[in-house]
């Protein structure tokens, strides 16, 4: 997963992070009411999310915001 998502853009990774945040949420509420099947998908979900904002600050360093 992680080669493929060196290779987007910064705007494509902006939009997975968003996604991606939006999906941890509605994770998060549903914890909390007990429908969970697999609650190790909540420690995935973050370490997806910090990837991806690793990737987006690279970005960034390197000029590439635009």
Known sequence: ???KDK???Y????????ELK???MDFRFQMAIGHV???MQKRTMRRE???MNTLIRQKELA????
Request: zero cysteines; charged letters at 35%; glycine letters at 4%.
């Open 49 to 51: 999310i910090a990837t």
């Open 1 to 3: 997963m992680a080669k």
């Open 22 to 24: 939006r999906k941890y």
């Open 7 to 9: 290779e987007l853009s």
């Open 63 to 66: 000029g590439l915001n635009k």
């Open 37 to 39: 099947d697999n609650p």
């Open 11 to 18: 705007s494509e990774l902006i939009v997975k992070r968003d």
